[in-house]
T-cell receptor
Framework: DAKTTQPPSMDCAEGRAANLPCNHS???????VYWYRQIHSQGPQYIIH???NNETNEMASLIITEDRKSSTLILPHATLRDTAVYYC?????????????????FGTGTRLQVFP | DVKVTQSSRYLVKRTGEKVFLECVQD?????MFWYRQDPGLGLRLIYF???????EKGDIPEGYSVSREKKERFSLILESASTNQTSMYLC????????????FGPGTRLTVL
């Protein structure tokens, strides 16, 4: 299973863009990159995922390098409510017959502190 | 609104007790998961289930068992609780071939004395 490396913590001013990096140098060709976050005292929340192309949704943008060895999650206008631990995860694709499982490996994440 | 619920937010048990943690989802999801979360270790997968009565070991199954008798319910069982099982336990569910997201419950903070 591909492993990910993230900085343990980052700060960001409210209203500015938060850029959270993730290294996944051993990622395989069919493995996706997922981002989740966990706000204090809550369960994790899905943010976005991608395979090769950059992705954007209402929460964030995901930029994946051409060699797929790293990615960056961008929160374009961070708010205080975005203070959380952000997890970069590589999805394991199990071969049949367990192809329908969806095993995600969580690391220790990046603690993002958004300050006023 | 989709939901994963867990039976308790906080639980205190004594060493040697049998402990049941219940998880229910209302999204008709095939896959369900149990994780534990500890400081500095992130989330670690204990067990998962991809269908009723089916179960697969995760990364740290020792000391735990699970039960999936109904599609919407996935139970985590600690046969004989120990102090090193003090942790936050998180349940999640996802669609069968979901490449998108797992929905998590709020978690149960278990303390074993």
């Amino acid at each position: 299973d591909a492993k990910t490396t993230q900085p343990p913590s980052m700060d960001c001013a409210e209203g500015r863009a938060a850029n959270l990096p993730c290294n996944h140098s051993t990622i395989s060709g069919n493995e996706y990159v997922y981002w989740y976050r966990q706000i204090h005292s809550q369960g994790p929340q899905y943010i976005i995922h991608g395979l090769k192309n950059n992705e954007t949704n209402e929460m964030a943008s995901l930029i994946i390098t051409e060699d797929r060895k790293s990615s960056t999650l961008i929160l374009p206008h961070a708010t205080l409510r975005d203070t959380a631990v952000y997890y970069c995860i590589v999805r394991v694709n199990n071969p049949p017959p367990r192809f329908n499982t969806d095993k995600l490996i969580f690391g220790t994440g990046t603690r993002l502190q958004v300050f006023p | 609104d989709v939901k994963v619920t867990q039976s308790s937010r906080y639980l205190v048990k004594r060493t040697g007790e049998k402990v049941f943690l219940e998880c229910v989802q209302d999204m008709d999801h095939e896959n369900m998961f149990w994780y534990r979360q500890d400081p500095g270790l992130g989330l670690r997968l204990i067990y998962f289930s991809y269908d009723v009565k089916m179960k697969e070991k995760g990364d740290i199954p020792e000391g735990y068992s699970v039960s999936r008798e109904k599609k919407e319910r996935f139970s985590l069982i600690l046969e004989s609780a120990s102090t090193n099982q003090t942790s936050m336990y998180l349940c999640a569910s996802s669609e069968r071939d979901s490449y998108n997201e797992q929905f998590f419950g709020p978690g149960t903070r278990l303390t074993v004395l």
